[in-house]
């Protein structure tokens, strides 16, 4: 069964360092750009950061460049987000995602096939 | 940042109605759009890319079309497993953005 499997959440202060992880199953996560998405609570998504396929390419939102570095390991099939300088605005499910993407006539697309069940990060005193 | 402005925010329909969700880009972004259906307490889940393709396993009353920077997901037909808030995303080029979301609720 294809499966990613988010952990490292939890409740950190502010200002703190937290480190998710992400373990995929079912498929060889080195095929794989891969992505971090976050919801903070009631609200919608957002796209946090992505990877592709070795490593050597990463693109961050606005809001966690400088902050936040994505990478992966590629032999033990896993995905990382490390968080720096963490603040309220931060507090939110952390989902990992493949991205099946591809080209197509008119470029190249995205396609968020999988998608992890989620780790909550609260940052809070 | 090229944004998406997604709208109804929210709507209200029956089983059976035919419903349009649309998301507007600030400039254009070809066909490079998709969308996705999220239920409360779940991840989300892909339903279209590239603006009109079906994941594998939609439903086909669900489809989505338009080009440059207005773009619309059309459910024919609403069943009760589709209530639900529907996100579309812009991948033509970074940062990635979601739009705001549409919440479909029943009447």
């Known amino acids: 069964e294809v499966q990613l499997v988010e952990s490292g959440g939890g409740l950190v202060q502010p200002g703190g360092s937290l480190r998710l992880s992400c373990a995929a199953s079912g498929f060889s996560l080195s095929a794989y750009w891969m992505i971090w998405v976050r919801q903070a609570p009631g609200k919608g998504l957002e796209w946090v950061a992505n990877?592709?396929?070795?490593?050597?390419?990463?693109y961050y939102a606005d809001s966690v460049k400088g902050r936040f570095t994505i990478s992966r390991d590629n032999a033990k099939n896993s995905l990382h987000l490390q968080m720096n300088s963490l603040g309220a605005e931060d507090t939110a499910v952390y989902y990992c995602?493949?991205?099946?993407?591809?080209?197509?006539?008119?470029?190249?697309?995205?396609?968020?096939?999988?998608w992890g069940q989620g780790t909550m990060v609260t940052v809070s005193s | 940042a090229i944004q998406v402005t997604q709208s109804p925010s929210s709507l209200s329909a029956s089983v059976g109605d035919s419903v349009a969700i649309t998301c507007r880009a600030s400039q254009g972004i070809g066909n490079d759009l998709g969308w996705y259906q999220q239920k409360p307490g779940k991840a989300p889940k892909l339903l279209i890319y590239?603006?009109?393709t079906l994941q594998s396993g939609v439903p086909s009353r669900f489809s989505g079309s338009g080009s440059g920077t207005d773009f619309t997901l059309t459910i024919s037909s609403l069943q009760p497993e589709d209530f639900a808030t529907y996100y579309c995303l812009q991948d033509y080029n970074y940062p990635r953005m979601f739009g705001q979301g549409t919440k479909v609720e029943i009447k």
């Open positions: 995602v493949r991205d099946d993407g591809g080209r197509y006539s008119s470029g190249w697309y995205d396609a968020f096939d999988v």
């Open positions: 990877i592709n396929r070795d490593g050597g390419q990463k």
């Open positions: 590239a603006t009109s």
